[in-house]
């Protein structure tokens, strides 16, 4: 079975501050992960994957994630945070199981002025 | 760009009713999903699907049914609506071509049972 825990629900952080969201996951098999955000009143949007290849994923509006495979972590960082990334962020993740994905339960980051 | 389209941003339903949630993406996608999203528990998978006509159970189905007579298209069913099914739900897609492809989202539909 597979599954993802993110241990901050909420995390608050001054504007042009880094960031770092935290994913840990479980799985027996290869794993396949994905960061989404979520902005106010919207759907889930991707952010960045990790397939296989180069450990650090670069994605869109400036992020990255690390993949840690000893670890198993795949922990989503910004260097410098806007006010725009105040939104919820889900990792998730897949396996060889067929399509369905595993979500975390959400980290939510509030960008302070 | 795939665009997933969920028919209801709002909804308003009174216990007791037959609800009908519908979903359409336009990318010719083989896999669609329906999730549940509440506060402090992430997305929890009701159903999905992998082809027209077959449907397979998620995590919380009960209560639930889904439909899906059209490619495109992805109904989710609330038999009798009941207030603890309260929720924002959420619409996917993906194609077929591996456990690798991301899942392509719509905005969501805020359903309220009073």
Not at chain 2, 76 to 96: F, G, K, R, V, W
Request: glycine share 8%.
């Amino acid at each position: 079975a597979q599954s993802v825990t993110q241990l901050d629900s909420q995390v608050p952080v001054f504007e042009e501050a880094p960031v770092e969201l935290r994913c840990n996951y479980s799985s027996s098999v290869s794993v396949y992960l994905f960061w989404y955000v979520q902005y106010p009143n919207q759907g889930l949007q991707l952010l960045l994957k990790y397939l296989s290849g180069s450990t650090l994923v670069k994605g869109i509006n400036g992020f990255e994630a690390e993949f840690n495979k000893s670890q198993t972590s795949f922990h989503l960082r910004k260097p410098s945070v806007h006010i725009s990334d105040t939104a919820e962020y889900f990792c998730a993740v897949s396996g060889n199981t067929g399509n369905q994905f595993y979500f975390g339960t959400g980290t939510s980051l509030t960008v302070i002025p | 760009d795939v665009k997933v389209t969920q028919s209801s941003r709002y909804l308003v339903k009174r216990t007791g009713e037959k609800v009908f949630l519908e979903c359409v993406q336009d990318m010719d996608h083989e896999n669609m999903f329906w999730y549940r999203q509440d506060p402090g528990l992430g997305l929890r998978l009701i159903y999905f699907s992998y082809d027209v006509k077959m449907k397979e159970k998620g995590d919380i189905p009960e209560g639930y049914s889904v439909s899906r007579e059209k490619k495109e298209r992805f109904s989710l069913i609330l038999e009798s609506a009941s207030t603890n099914q309260t929720s924002m739900y959420l619409c996917a897609s993906s194609s077929p071509t591996g456990s690798y492809q991301p899942q392509h989202f719509g905005d969501g539909t805020r359903l309220s049972i009073l």
